[in-house]
């Protein structure tokens, strides 16, 4: 029930003139401060409204004075990522590879952009991370088959190895063995190799027949120590690494019948900016030469 506004004897202020069973109701403003605030915003969304999107119409919607849209923006930041993109690309394209990695910033990116495409084509066979599995080589150390600098590794992801698609692939056939030396010529053989690491320590009498068995049917590939050939891409048999095994009865296998390992040719099937990077990504990956 209104009454009439007066001094509030507690307090000093003035009250609404309101009251309920006796109870006053003082009059306490807002601090202007605060109400300067609310009228600005008020302001400020009616000239927001004005100048950009807000107010349904129908199926459509007022576009604002200003024509603003986000989707409008985010399709000139895309166009402006992929215009970039395709610059670094067309670098990579058309820049030999040993330079590429002569350029920091155009072979980070090309180490990222390898890594992607590794994963998608090539993990298959030689595991996360080029880290290789029994009969596919690890590209991360230093022991290469073919040659571990840029161009070599360029040259075989181009056109693979023993691929029987490509003409130009990489190839070279160890005989099998099992057709041409007895069983025990290959089981000599086969201690001899495994002495060149250490593996083995065989009899001096089987040491000297097996060198002379190896001088006269592996060196020519191999190497006269054993050490490998890239020219035939014959694995070096004096270290610890095995590309098919290093127990005695995988490498007699090995000498009767040969794998001959396939490796896929990628040219044609990758663009030149992938192969490209592929080839920066696995140099980088450790036992680049
Ligand atoms: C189908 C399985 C397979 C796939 C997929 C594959 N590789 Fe290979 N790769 C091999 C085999 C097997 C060898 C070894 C062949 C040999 O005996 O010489 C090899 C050898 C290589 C070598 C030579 C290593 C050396 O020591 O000289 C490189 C480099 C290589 N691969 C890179 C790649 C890259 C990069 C990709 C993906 C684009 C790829 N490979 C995909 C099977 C594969
Ligand atoms: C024409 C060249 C050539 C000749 C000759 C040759 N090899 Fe090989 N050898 C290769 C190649 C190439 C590979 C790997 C390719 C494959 O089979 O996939 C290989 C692989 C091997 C491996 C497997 C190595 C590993 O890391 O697992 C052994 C062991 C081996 N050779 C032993 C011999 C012995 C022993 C002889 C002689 C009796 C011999 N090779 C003669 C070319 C040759």
Known sequence: MPTKIEKDTAT???????????IKE???P???WWLYVFYACIAFSAVWVVLYPGIPLGTTYFKGVLGYSTRVEHAENLAAVEAGRADILAKIRTTDVADILKDPE??????????VAFA??????????????????????DDWLWGGDIHAIRQTLLH????ATDADTRTSQMPAFGEILDRNQ???VA?????LSGAADPAPAVKTEGAQIFADNCASCHGETGHGGRDFGAPNLADQVWLYGGSLEQITAQVAQPRHGVMPNWGGRLDDATINMLAVYVHSLGGGE
Do not use: F
Request: one cysteine or more; aromatic letters at 6%.
């Open 160 to 163: 693979g190895i023993r691929s």
């Open 30 to 32: 807002l601090p202007k």
């Open 186 to 188: 290959i089981q000599t």
């Open 26 to 28: 003082l009059n306490t």
């Open 191 to 195: 201690t001899y190799v495994l002495s």
């Open 12 to 22: 000093g202020r003035m009250t609404t003139g309101h009251e309920w069973d006796g």
């Open 106 to 115: 155009t072979a980070t990116y090309a180490v990222a952009g390898g890594r």
């Open 120 to 141: 998608e084509n090539c993990a298959a066979c030689h595991a996360a991370g080029g880290a290789g599995q029994a009969g596919y080589p690890a590209l991360g150390d």
